[in-house]
Structures are given as C-alpha cells and as structure tokens.
Nanobody, 121 residues
Framework: QVQLVESGGGLVEAGESLRLSCAASGSIFSIGAMGWYRQAPGKQRESVATITSTGSTNYADSVKGRFTISRDNAKNTVYLQMNSLKPEDTAVYFC???????????????WGQGTQVTVSP
C-alpha cells in the first residue's frame, strides 16, 4: 500500500507563515508529479501548486509570490511554504502524488488525509 501523510497545518494570524509537509511511504517504485490542493467550506477542491519530478512548478494565481512548492525526491516528500497568509487561504490542504508501485504498473493518483490551515484576520 501507499500512504501520504501531511503535517504542518494549524492556526495562524494574517501575514504569518506555515510550512506543510507530505511524505509518501509504502510500496513505491517511482513518483511523478506531486502537488497541493485545498478545499474551503462550501467550495470545490482547487489546485494550489504542483511540481513535476524534474522540479517544474505551477501555481494558482491567488498564491503566486506567496507560496513555494518544493520536493525532496530522496525522502519522497513534498513541501509547501506559505508566506503572507490571508484569511482566504483558510481551507483543508490535501497532498497529491502520482505514484507507480512497480516497474510494470501505470501511475495512479494518491491523496493524503488533509490538514487544516486556518488564518485569522
């Protein structure tokens, strides 16, 4: 089995920073793209930032210049550094990874359980 475990969420004030981590573990042959998504109450899940296996990144317009995604391939871990947080960043943040469990397998989507980020005004 494959697990994605997130950490680093919490309650902060506007303008402060948080760093999210997500570690993939289990039967893993290779990991493709990894990313962070978020879902606020009453809203659809949206992409926040993604990073390919070679380090190319993509960000939602709402977080450009404030959030930075990175990954450590040796640790099968993806990070999201969130600076200058705003109340509208409040959401449950989910980690996603596209993982191949064996050489003969296709890539499949895996999700973490989510971590709450709350930003007070």
């Amino acid at each position: 089995q494959v697990q994605l475990v997130e950490s680093g969420g919490g309650l902060v004030e506007a303008g402060e920073s948080l760093r999210l981590s997500c570690a993939a573990s289990g039967s893993i042959f290779s990991i493709g793209a990894m990313g962070w998504y978020r879902q606020a109450p009453g809203k659809q899940r949206e992409s926040v930032a993604t990073i390919t296996s070679t380090g190319s990144t993509n960000y939602a317009d709402s977080v450009k210049g404030r959030f930075t995604i990175s990954r450590d391939n040796a640790k099968n871990t993806v990070y999201l550094q969130m600076n200058s947080l705003k109340p509208e960043d409040t959401a449950v943040y989910f980690c996603n990874a596209v993982i191949r469990r064996a050489a003969r397998d296709r890539y499949s989507d895996y999700w973490g359980q989510g971590t709450q980020v709350t930003v007070s005004p």
